[in-house]
Nanobody, 119 residues
């Protein structure tokens, strides 16, 4: 599976962005998908994940109630809707595909898209 993330950009605090991650190759619909982020000088951290069928998802505490992960298996795409963005959300965001949305271990990674939130 090859993953291509897009949709990042510069936004003011309180604004919204929607990230997309397009997958190519077979079996996208069999993978759990996740979003991670890495701020400058910090380790990569988990943001959100979703099951292969989109029925269950989970979030890190700092983004719960602000971010929504979703997927469209017909389009081989997973999304991250980010609302009420804060400066601390500034990071490079990566999408990933793996066997379980409960795991932090993923098999395939996209190249990342930069999100910058100004105060």
């Amino acid at each position: 599976v090859q993953l291509q993330a897009s949709g990042g950009g510069l936004v003011q605090a309180g604004g919204s962005l929607r990230l997309s991650c397009a997958a190519s190759g077979r079996s996208f619909s069999t993978y759990a998908m996740g979003w991670f982020r890495q701020a400058q000088g910090k380790e990569r951290e988990f943001v959100a994940s979703i099951t292969w069928n989109g029925r269950s998802s989970r979030y890190t505490d700092s983004v719960r109630d602000r971010f929504i992960i979703s997927r469209d298996n017909a389009k081989n795409t997973v999304y991250l809707q980010m609302n009420n963005l804060k400066p601390e959300d500034t990071a490079v965001y990566y999408c990933a595909a793996g066997p379980s949305y409960l795991s932090f271990q993923y098999d395939y990674w996209g190249q990342g898209t930069q999100v910058t939130v100004s105060s």
